[in-house]
């Protein structure tokens, strides 16, 4: 094997492991936005109403 070959080699690896860590970065971020989202839904977490309008995520009579 010539020299340029393992040159052009050892930069693949390298950069296929840059793309590696990237990808692994990405899904752990959403992972995180999905386990959020989930928690959001299921009403989990610290969960605000300070942007809903007054009497918004009140009871609601439906005897009527």
Known sequence: ?????MVT????MKAGNTQSQIATSIIKSNA????FAVQTLLG??????????????GNLDITA
């Open 9 to 12: 080699s050892l930069l693949a």
């Open 44 to 57: 989990q977490g610290a969960s605000s109403t300070a942007n809903l309008g007054p009497g918004a995520g």
């Open 32 to 35: 995180d936005a999905e386990k």
């Open 1 to 5: 094997m010539d020299m340029m070959s």
